[in-house]
């Protein structure tokens, strides 16, 4: 019953037509690493020789689900390329994500036919998609100059456990959590690789995702913090919404609760590829980012500020939570049945944002800035 598939992406509900999402909207991880990206294709930029000018400059956007998140941030990027190298400059965009993501609405997306803002419509832009694990290789060696990656690495490349009393790492108990962080840890150190791998000499990586921060806050989007979203299918299997396989099956994969020595880890072990390939930590900085919205700053909220306030935290966590509660669903229920109960807990978490509406919605991540250096010669295998 439990599924390998963890998509992250806008999806329409009777709670998102009218409510955007924030987190791509208003504060999206991507937005919060902007400065790094920036200062990382700049720096590409200078220093490609007058014999290099003609290359290809690529960049690749490693779990995007459906390229919303990233977009402004990557055309604000190939603006920077094409005003240094020249508007004939040749530039690949390769969307990454698994194979079961919503490649069509990822199209309809960069093609803006889902919105107004589209990827870069000027000429010698080619988007590519590539749909494999962003745990593996995906993309020839020294194949990149830009990688970025934002709210995707959190997610575990499979299921290692049922965690027996909750939905979350942070309510598992002590054995499960320890193989959760295990998982994890493989799973960071095979990304590293992996990007290092494809990173052209001089290439550059950028990715920020969920994590402690420097206070050991995890993200709050909600009032009692990110483990609360468990306590609803707590109550319902308590209630007999939910049957007891079902409570067991919904369980949400993720290592949202790394630490700076988590991500320095590929590069503080004995792991012998991360130094073969020349790759160097340029930076990492752990942040707490609350969120902006009008409504946020509204002291005393009346009942409709307070329903908005509600439908917008809604907005905010059914892209990634939906299909968690699906997944673990009995297959001899019905779709319409399996609706009406992803509904309930939906109405459930806005019923309790809408009472808990002062609390002002923050996220914790990382960043990590990875470079590979220069004078780096990738030797066969």
């Not at 919503?102 to 749909?131: C, H, R, T, W």
């Amino acid at each position: 019953m439990m599924s390998s598939y963890f998509p992250a992406m806008k999806m329409a509900s009777k709670f998102s037509v009218d409510a955007d999402d924030m987190c791509t909207v208003h504060g999206h991880a991507g937005n919060l690493s902007r400065a790094s990206v920036l200062e990382g294709i700049r720096k590409i930029t200078r220093s490609r020789s007058a014999c290099q000018r003609k290359q290809l400059v690529t960049i690749a956007d490693f779990g995007t689900a459906d390229g919303r998140g990233s977009l402004s941030l990557i055309n604000e990027v190939i603006d920077i390329i094409r005003t240094d190298l020249g508007k004939e400059q040749a530039i690949v965009v390769y969307y990454n994500d698994q194979p079961m993501n919503d490649f069509n609405l990822l199209s309809k997306i960069i093609g803006g036919f889902e919105q107004k803002s589209s990827l870069s419509a000027a000429e010698n832009i080619y988007p590519v998609m590539v749909p494999r694990s962003m745990y593996e290789q995906c993309l020839p060696d020294s194949s990149i100059d830009l990688a970025v990656s934002s709210g995707a690495t959190h997610y575990l490349s499979k299921h290692v456990c049922q965690i027996q009393n909750g939905v979350f790492m942070g309510e598992a108990n002590t054995h499960e959590q320890e193989l959760m962080r295990e998982q994890g840890k493989a799973d960071w150190r095979n990304f590293v690789i992996a990007r290092g791998r494809e990173l052209k000499p001089g290439g550059v990586l950028v990715t920020i995702n969920a994590s402690l921060d420097g206070e050991n806050n995890v993200s709050s989007q909600i009032d009692k913090g990110f483990q609360h979203f468990g306590s609803f299918v707590t109550d319902m299997a308590r209630e007999g919404v939910l049957t007891q396989e079902e409570y067991l099956a919904i369980n949400f994969p993720s290592h949202y609760m790394r630490t700076t020595v988590d991500f320095k880890e590929p590069f503080t072990s004995t792991v012998p590829e991360v130094k073969e390939l020349g790759l160097e930590m340029v930076s990492i900085t752990p942040r707490k980012h609350y969120l902006e919205h009008p409504l946020y700053d509204v002291v005393r909220k009346d009942d409709t500020e307070k329903l908005n306030y509600a439908k917008r935290i809604v907005a905010m966590v059914y892209p990634w939570f939906h299909h968690a509660i699906h997944g673990g669903l009995s297959d001899s229920r019905t779709e319409d049945e399996k609706q009406f109960i992803i509904e309930e807990y939906f109405q459930r978490l806005q019923e309790y944002a809408s009472a808990h509406s002062d609390h002002k919605p923050f996220l914790t991540s990382t960043e990590v800035v990875i470079r590979k250096r220069s004078n780096i010669v990738l030797t066969q295998a």
